[in-house]
């Protein structure tokens, strides 16, 4: 399912990103960027479960979890760094 939504995410985030850029829709565009971010969680669970399966690596799981890309978003959605509405 992860590698799954690894492929299937960003083909849809980019789709809705278009949409809402013909309809101007501002609600779809920040429904496109957490389409867009779940292809980049799907990304780090994956690397996670692969080098755990594989090295043994039982904390780069874990340090997937932390999901740091996200963490970054929140952050700038939190100073208002992110995009401007319509």
């Known amino acids: 399912m992860t590698a799954v939504s690894l492929v299937?995410?960003?083909?849809?985030?980019?789709?809705?990103?278009?949409?809402?850029?013909?309809?101007?829709?501002?609600?779809?565009?920040?429904?496109a960027y957490e389409t867009?971010?779940?292809?980049?969680?799907?990304?780090?669970?994956?690397a996670g479960l692969l080098l755990n399966s594989v090295f043994g690596w039982s904390w780069t799981d874990p340090l997937a979890a932390l999901r740091p890309l996200a963490v970054c978003e929140g952050i700038e959605g939190w100073r208002g760094e992110g995009h401007e509405p319509d």
């Open 36 to 46: 867009i971010t779940c292809a980049w969680l799907s990304l780090t669970t994956l």
């Open 8 to 31: 299937v995410m960003p083909l849809l985030g980019w789709a809705k990103l278009r949409t809402a850029a013909i309809i101007r829709s501002s609600a779809l565009r920040a429904d």
